[in-house]
């Protein structure tokens, strides 16, 4: 959310009037230049123990969640050197979050 597609989709809801909650492992300074954004970092998609100090953190019911986590192992792999269990990793995190 501190970068890219996930930034503008910050920036788009919040111009909108939406309360917006953004996650991030580390936050952009471009996120924390935007005004009534509610910023909550440390989280870390691959890490389960980060979910609950997220949830925590959310103060208000949510009416939609975008999941925008990306997750690449390297950025070149040849077919020859697939690692399937990362692959796997990669596939659950883009999808699910």
């Given at each position: 959310?501190?970068?890219?597609?996930?930034?503008?989709?910050?920036?788009?809801?919040?111009?909108?009037?939406?309360?917006?909650?953004?996650t991030c492992r580390k936050p952009?300074d471009a996120l924390r230049a935007?005004?009534?954004?509610?910023?909550?970092?440390?989280?870390?998609?691959?890490?389960?123990?980060?979910?609950?100090?997220?949830?925590?953190?959310?103060?208000?019911?949510?009416d939609m969640v975008i999941n925008?986590?990306?997750?690449?192992?390297?950025?070149?792999?040849?077919?020859?050197?697939?690692?399937?269990?990362?692959?796997?990793?990669?596939?659950?995190?883009?999808?699910?979050?």
């Amino acid at each position: 959310t501190n970068r890219g597609i996930g930034l503008a989709l910050v920036k788009q809801l919040h111009a909108s009037g939406a309360t917006v909650f953004a996650t991030c492992r580390k936050p952009s300074d471009a996120l924390r230049a935007l005004d009534g954004i509610n910023i909550i970092t440390g989280v870390d998609v691959c890490k389960d123990a980060c979910m609950g100090p997220m949830v925590e953190a959310v103060t208000e019911q949510l009416d939609m969640v975008i999941n925008n986590a990306g997750y690449f192992y390297e950025p070149f792999e040849p077919l020859s050197d697939l690692k399937f269990d990362e692959e796997s990793k990669m596939i659950e995190i883009c999808a699910i979050g």
